[in-house]
């Protein structure tokens, strides 16, 4: 693959990922209303076993397209070797692929039986061939982050969108079920990648030089079994919903737990694909000028983490709280009563959707310093111990106990071994959890004027507008000092890493 890699800068980096961060936003609010658009027609046409059954594919294919990638996308961000290691990243993305397509389509009867939901297998098997597509993906739209080039990531979903919701909607009308889904998926993804080609500007160019092909892997590596973990931790809870209560019940716990993680789907992913590239250029502004930032008052510390989970978390708070205040109105106005045993489930799960903002903001910092095997280990203690908690949340309190287990597995352990690691590495813990306080804080009335209106009104749609626009307006004005304060945080930390990050990248310049 051609190495067109615009990777110079024409301008601060400040500006860059402020720039970023805008087609970013654009991008996940484009891609999270499409999809809820179509989970809402979905749940609709479909029952919710019929769901379940989608769900079950589903959670396979997304625990395995995180080993599909193998972590190589990041190191096409991070690496200051580019050129020279792209042939053989590519390379190494597609094999991966492919033998997961392979394992995926031979083990899904043995799968669909495990996960009891048998009707599942026809659906592993066609969506399998997602995996070898990803494989291709990985290097264009690597490329596309490394330079944070949001507008052209933002086209690329728009194609993905549009195909596979166009696609569903259609081939569900015709009567084809879960199946609908699963050939949706495979068109959606074949178009995205053909496209991520295009706006790249590059070509398939394939290589292998073990000399390059080492350092890719030692950091890839364990940062694709930290994906897989994470993923997999995530996924946990549905193997155990339909091994004990069934695809239906299966059905409605995804569903819920969808609508939960729009927090970390929009906000969180919309910062972390301007983040990751962010962190990497300022830890090596900072390795290029250390002595600025601290003269600048900064600190020896880096701050830079702060400054992230303040502007994810901010957002992040009030939006998974008036979820969780507001989960029942919501359910029945856009999905109907016969999801409604879904309400509870969302209300639980609303504020693991806040903390997995957080949890996410935290790993991708480590990964942008180069610190992978720290968020594998992360992930590994994460699967250990979320494991028996929500077996025994299910079995004692149904699909309410899954919910309940990820949000108090992620306050009393992920959280605390997160920051243990920050401090290792040089991060300014303090002026994280400063980052983190005044939102929480500001969210307890919020939910309570959120909570207040669902009591007295009882119409879904009232209840909405009212105990929404209450809300927001309650954290607004609660926030609103503090958020002026972590601007001019943002701010001089900029202004005091600027010149050393241009001195990092040799004064170059983009097109």
């Known amino acids: ?35 809820l658009l179509l989970g809402i027609i979905v749940a609709r046409l479909i029952s919710p076993e019929e769901f379940g059954v989608w769900a079950v594919a589903l959670t396979v294919q997304t625990v395995l397209l995180t080993l599909a990638d193998l972590g190589l996308s990041a190191e096409i961000v991070r690496t200051d070797r580019l050129a020279q290691r792209m042939p053989t990243v590519a390379t190494i993305a597609v094999v991966s692929g492919a033998i997961l397509t392979v394992s995926m ?38 490329l596309l982050q490394r330079n944070i080039q949001q507008r052209r990531v933002l086209a ?31 068109l959606a993804q074949s178009v995205s990648t053909v496209l991520a080609f295009v706006l790249s500007h590059t070509r398939p160019r394939f290589g292998f030089d073990r000399a390059e092909a080492g350092p890719a892997l030692r950091y890839s590596v364990p940062l694709a079994a930290a994906n ?16 004990v209560l069934g695809p239906a019940a299966l059905g409605i716990y995804v569903l819920a737990f969808n609508i939960a993680m729009w927090p970390m789907n929009i906000i969180g992913q919309a910062v972390r694909s301007v983040s990751m590239a962010a962190f990497a250029h300022v830890s090596r502004g900072r390795a ?68 997995r903002v957080l949890i996410d903001i935290l790993a991708t910092y480590l990964l942008a310093r180069g610190y992978s095997k720290p968020v594998f280990f992360v992930q590994v203690i994460w699967m250990l111990i979320l494991i028996p908690t929500v077996m025994a949340g299910v079995r004692s309190f149904g699909i309410a106990g899954a919910a309940y287990a990820h949000l108090i597995t992620g306050i009393v352990v992920v959280v605390p071994v997160y920051l243990v690691y920050l401090h290792v590495v040089g991060a300014d813990n ?43 307006a309650t954290y607004a004005l609660l926030v609103y000092r503090w958020a002026l304060q972590q601007r001019n945080v943002a701010r001089r930390l900029e202004q005091s890493l600027e010149p050393a990050t241009a001195s990092a990248h040799g004064g170059q310049k983009t097109e």
């Open 1 to 35: 693959m051609s190495a067109d890699s615009g990777s110079e800068w024409t301008e601060g980096l400040g500006a860059k990922v402020r720039r970023g961060l805008v087609w970013s936003t654009l991008n996940t609010i484009l891609l999270r209303t499409a999809n």
């Open 105 to 142: 389509a031979l083990s899904a009867p043995w799968i669909a039986q495990t996960l009891n939901a048998p009707d599942a297998t026809p659906v592993i098997v066609v969506m399998s061939s997602t995996m070898l597509l990803v494989g291709f993906a990985v290097a264009p739209l690597g």
């Open 156 to 186: 690329v979903s728009a194609a993905d969108l549009g195909v596979g919701t166009i696609a569903a909607v259609a081939l569900i009308v015709l009567g084809l079920g879960p199946m609908a889904l699963a050939i949706s998926r495979v």
């Open 228 to 243: 897989f973990l994470s993923w997999a931790v995530l996924s946990i809870d549905n193997v155990v919903v339909t091994r």
């Open 288 to 355: 290029a000028g250390t002595d600025d930032a601290t003269d600048a008052g900064i600190g020896e510390r880096d701050q830079s983490v702060a400054v992230g989970v303040a502007i994810s978390w901010a957002a992040a708070v009030p939006a998974g709280i008036l979820l969780g205040a507001l989960s029942g109105p919501l359910i029945e106005l856009l999905y109907g009563t016969k999801w409604s045993a879904a309400g509870p489930v969302l209300a639980a799960l609303a504020y693991f959707g806040i903390l």
């Open 430 to 472: 303090r002026a994280v959890l400063r980052s983190v306080i005044v939102p929480v804080l500001a969210g307890i009335p919020t939910w309570m004027v959120a909570t207040a209106a669902c009591h007295f009104i009882h119409a879904p749609l009232p209840a909405l507008a009212v105990g929404g626009g209450a809300g927001i």
